[in-house]
């Protein structure tokens, strides 16, 4: 049997907005300005603890306080973690698509596992995912492969494609000696030619294309 894991954040959604809007309460909250919309989006993908070190950094500010900033931004963050939050195109029919076919789906995501069920109840995707493994489900983070071989597990599986935007997605994959469908569209930090990945897509609409030819090569 086999099921799809998909990465959250750059992959299924577009969250920078309501991650940029949290890191600017949290800054403006201790007296100090916001950062571009930008600039955050390039910090998210290895978890909300880097994202902050990245803030912290940016703003030259001392990574004593990332404790402290880190529970503000949570708060501010949990609060409101998918107003301005929006699907990528195609990923609402896509996953509707997998979902009716019977595959079972699960999230492998480097976010807090509360916002992320807040953010795919908000889509209407709760029910779609059968495993929702989070940055503190496990006792490991993404690159390192054990997230994604738990949500592998929670599935009830023995083969799973995993479906993500990043290095940090590409590497786990790697790591956990799964096959790995990479989003074009997303936020990656490294050049996407340099990524190991089984296939690569722009558009939702062509992964169904994709995971039938990886699961016949699977098979
Ligand atoms: O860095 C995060 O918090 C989440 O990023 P991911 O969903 O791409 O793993
Ligand atoms: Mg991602």
């Known amino acids: 049997m086999s099921g799809l894991i998909f990465d959250l954040d750059g992959t299924l959604i577009d969250s920078a907005p309501d991650v940029h809007a949290a890191v600017n309460k949290t800054l403006e909250e201790i007296g100090t300005g916001g950062l571009p919309l930008e600039q955050v989006r390039g910090f998210i ?17 001392s990574q004593d306080a990332h404790a402290s900033l880190l529970s503000i931004f949570r708060r501010h963050y949990d609060a409101d973690p998918a107003t301005l939050t929006t699907l990528y195109p195609n990923v609402a029919e896509t996953v509707a698509h997998f979902h009716a076919m019977g595959l079972p789906l699960g999230i492998c995501t480097n976010k807090p596992e509360a916002p992320t069920r807040t953010i795919l109840e908000s889509f209407g995707f709760l029910g779609a995912f059968d495993s929702i493994v989070g940055g503190d489900s496990t006792s490991a983070r993404k690159p390192d492969p054990v997230p994604l ?70 098979a």
Do not use: W
């Open 149 to 218: 071989l738990t949500a592998r597990d929670r599935l009830g599986v023995t083969d799973v494609i995993y479906i993500g935007d990043s290095e940090v997605d590409a590497e786990c994959a790697q790591r956990a000696g799964l096959p790995f469908a990479l989003f074009s569209g997303g936020y990656h930090r490294q050049p996407l030619d340099e990524l190991p990945q089984s296939a690569r897509f722009d558009d939702f609409a062509e992964l169904p294309a994709i995971i039938a030819r990886l699961l016949a090569e699977t």
């Open 45 to 61: 993908g290895n978890g909300v603890g880097v994202l902050m070190e990245r803030v912290i950094a940016a703003k030259g500010l």
